[in-house]
DNA sequence: CTGAAAGCGCTAACAC
DNA sequence: GTGTTAGCGCTTTCAG
């Protein structure tokens, strides 16, 4: 069933039908009444592709994410962002297009989107400290928005991003605020922008309460559950052993608790351990275990508002920058001060 | 830069051209040489939506998950999935539509993407038993290949799947086999296929080894570290506690190991422990703890094999109903006979 | 081997 | 208010 179909069906002409199903204002209610009635009946669904073609928007939008990142934390994380953003694109009538594409062909990756039109707004995912595609895709010239934020771009850009500094900030200060002098920071590698930002409000906390950070206590990685493992049992051999400990994630977070548990030692007793999750709904809080805290944001709900921001641009045509810094939502739980953890240590080997 | 300037440029009829590229035989050697390389100077991309309009086909796969499966093991698995897709995809010049749709809207996301002539075929994700998706989208008439299996399906559909039922009957037969007789099950919410399969296997294993299977071992719920560490901390509290556990998954995975440490037991020495992963991507067994087994498979490799499947139906024409079944890749690591768990606690209060 | 012409299903001037 | 006429950019008969 085509538009022309319905229009011979009906008796009219093609464009009157179709003004009426666009809700044109020049068709009268009569028409527009029969004409919608009609549509229904048959169970008429326009090509988009037509329509595409002939309005020149695609009505789709396409998210991009680097191969690279592939085993990074953003498995999960992409997962949720995305649902939330389908669910913004799915009630204004655009489809989502994913593509997982090799670092090198980025650039070429853009530009097809462009010219191929299947796309009428770009997403770019996991950004690196300066990373290249900003260029890339500004030059490409399509409407864009970066989830995340790439450090020393030279060019202006749109993004929804965490305030990741604040809540390391807050993590931090919360730990130096109840006693503890000695911090470690497990974290992510820090070509990842936002591992750099949170060292920033672990140290900017420190700062601000005039404690000295020591830098052999800030450690980047792959974020696995091995690399917090193997960092927290080094760390609890050392003679100054921190005190309490800040994971960049879920995954880290795993091994710290491991290794402290193998260490003979209580988490939440004799090591304070704050867990940084962006979506707490993968390990929620058992609450019964002395698990000392965890940072709380909901990466759905920064999906939705991307997804609103892009669509916004596109419709509007007002390209100058926006940008939408979401404040974390904090859990800082169940809190104790800093134990003497090299006294109560058995036995790490 | 559209065919027509390029056919234009090069003193040549668009026809050629578009014969020229698309590796038309009756083109000589000598023009397409040249047209191939004015395409290439100029960067000329070809229109998508104009060749879809003008082919019929879309050249993009949909792929559809019910919104009710977000709080599922779904979101990490879906995931790694959709990158194995994406990538056979990506290969074909195929572009990957995704879209999370309500149940209730499921039958008219499928009509719409049909009719709107998005995309040439469906993967479907997430089967219940009897899912009515089945019949739904059979009926819409476009291919499609599932992701699971929906038992008690009354028409025949095309999928790929884990080997569910057999890796847990091998799971299974190896604790049977270590000389284990009582062990417990903690499984996801029987709605989902894959759970009833997996409990077949760990029925089937007990059966084989003429070992009577005990149903208040068998527990099911959402797949929730609460859900694991709650089911674990009754069980080792009964008089009649089993010797081993199977987890059906990484998360409630993670409850039951708390449980058992927070009842001064130990994994591997007291309980031995199997966690089921998909992708054990995401929870490399640490090595030195004594996790004692994992099973392992690679939910990449399903997508990629989903997708070449529905890429083969949609180019062959040939809809006859095919399947996949993925045996899953056993890690069965350090081992150990039942232990006296009882006997061993401290306090579970 | 190449080109002219028609059309995919829809929208958008431009008339009436 | 409604219809007519051109396209959107590409593929595909059908001629030559």
Do not use: C
């Not at 028409?31 to 009505?59: E, F, H, I, Q, W």
């Not at 789709?60 to 191969?67: K, T």
């Not at 707490?280 to 019964?288: A, F, T, V, W």
């Not at 920064?302 to 940008?323: E, F, K, N, Q, V």
């Amino acid at each position: 069933m085509t538009l022309k179909d319905l229009a011979k069906e009906l008796g009219l002409s093609p464009t009157t039908v179709s003004r009426a199903l666009n809700g044109f204002p020049e068709v009268s209610e009569a028409t527009r009444k029969r004409v919608v009635a009609a549509a229904d009946a048959y169970g008429y669904r326009p090509n988009m592709r037509a329509r595409s073609l002939a309005t020149g928007r695609a009505m789709a939008i396409g998210h991009v994410l680097p191969l690279s990142s592939e085993h990074e934390m953003m498995n999960p994380v992409f997962a949720d962002f995305v649902a939330g953003a389908g669910e913004i694109y799915a009630k204004a009538g655009y489809d989502m297009l994913i593509s997982i594409v090799a670092e090198a062909e980025q650039a070429r990756a853009y530009e097809e989107f462009k010219h191929k039109g299947s796309v009428d707004g770009i997403i770019v995912h996991a950004p690196r400290m300066g990373d290249p595609r900003i260029n890339l895709i500004t030059e490409v010239d399509i409407p864009f928005v970066v989830h995340g934020r790439a450090s020393q771009s030279d060019v202006p850009y749109s993004w929804v991003d965490m305030n990741n500094q604040r809540a390391f900030q807050r993590a931090t200060t919360h730990l130096l605020d109840l006693g503890h002098r000695r911090i470690a920071l497990v974290n992510g590698l820090e070509n990842m922008d936002f591992a750099i930002r949170r060292r920033r409000g672990f140290e900017a906390a420190h700062e601000a309460r005039g404690v000295p950070h020591d830098d052999s206590l800030k450690f980047s990685g792959e974020m696995t559950e091995q690399f917090g493992h193997d960092t927290t049992r080094a760390l609890l051999a050392r003679p100054d052993a921190p005190t309490a400990i800040i994971s960049s994630s879920m995954i880290p977070g795993i091994g710290i608790r491991r290794a402290i548990r193998e260490a003979g030692l209580e988490m939440g007793r004799d090591v304070s351990v704050i867990i940084h999750d962006d979506d707490l709904s993968y390990l929620p809080n058992g609450g019964d275990e002395p698990l000392f805290t965890a940072t709380r944001s909901s990466v759905r709900d920064a999906g939705r508002r991307a997804a609103r921001m892009l669509l916004d641009i596109i419709t509007s045509g007002d390209t100058t920058p926006r940008t939408d810094l979401l404040e974390a939502e904090l859990i800082l739980g169940p809190s104790t001060g800093p134990a003497p953890v090299a006294a109560r240590m058995t036995d790490i080997s």
